[in-house]
């Protein structure tokens, strides 16, 4: 069934956020904050692995700074600072602006950017065994279930934006597999690397980094490679 891991995903990302929501209380301040830091030093683990794959780190270089700069332009992340904050309005009211929408924003964009999302879109839409969204999915589940319990009511509704994108990419996702070539998936990965070191330096607190303003970045990235690494260029 296309689409069956996406829903999966959704689904695990839901449920641990609700488990995060019943036991948060019980886990002392110091425990959460000690996890969120592996957590962060885990995140930068897997975002240096995935810079590490490029072949030439001027794509990624270019295509995330040309993005950024698009990304600021477009006011990306003050809108997806807008979109939780009408979330906090619509559904917790009480709840402390900053709280729930840095959970949102954070959540959604660690959950939604990396090589598994792309890929698992491309097996999701195939309708074969997703498990590639299975074994995203565990894991986001895992994280969310700490992510619930600092930030509230927040992150969960990063699931929203699980389904949204996840879905949105399976939809496409034969497409997606014929357009990208292997090169240009290669530094395509490289720069969600950047961006989820990005998500790892905001979660350790060590610089607050406007992840929203990256976005454009991962859609620049494999079309400099498209461009300027074609045959009818010299291979770079």
């Known amino acids: 069934m296309a689409g069956l891991g996406t829903l999966i995903n959704t689904a695990t990302v839901v449920a ?54 698009l990304g600021e332009l477009m006011r990306i992340e003050d809108r997806l600072a ?48 997703p498990q590639l969204y299975i074994i995203k999915g565990t894991l986001d589940g895992f994280m969310m279930i700490i992510f619930s319990a600092i930030y509230g009511i927040g992150a969960i509704f990063s699931a929203l934006s ?24 290669t530094e395509l990965f490289s720069a969600g690397g950047l961006a989820v070191i990005a998500i790892g330096i905001n979660l350790l607190e060590i610089k607050k980094i406007r992840l929203g303003s990256l976005l454009p970045g991962l859609v620049l990235t494999p079309i400099l490679v498209w461009i300027f690494a074609s045959p009818n260029f010299l291979n770079i």
């Open 82 to 129: 807008s979109v939780g904050d009408f979330l906090r309005r619509r559904f917790a009211r009480e709840t402390n602006d900053n709280r729930f929408v840095s959970g949102f924003v954070t959540a959604s964009l660690l959950f939604c950017v990396g090589p598994l999302t792309i890929l698992g879109a491309i097996e999701d839409a195939s309708g074969e065994t």
């Open 16 to 69: 641990g956020g609700l488990l995060g929501l019943l036991i948060g209380d019980r886990i002392p301040e110091r425990v959460r904050v000690i996890i969120v830091q592996v957590i962060g030093m885990t995140t930068l683990a897997i975002g240096l692995r995935d810079v590490l794959q490029t072949e030439n780190i001027v794509f990624p270089l270019v295509g995330m700074v040309v993005g950024a700069i």
């Open 162 to 185: 699980v389904f949204v994108v996840q879905g949105s990419l399976t939809v496409f996702g034969t497409s997606l597999d014929a357009l990208l070539t292997d090169r240009m998936r």
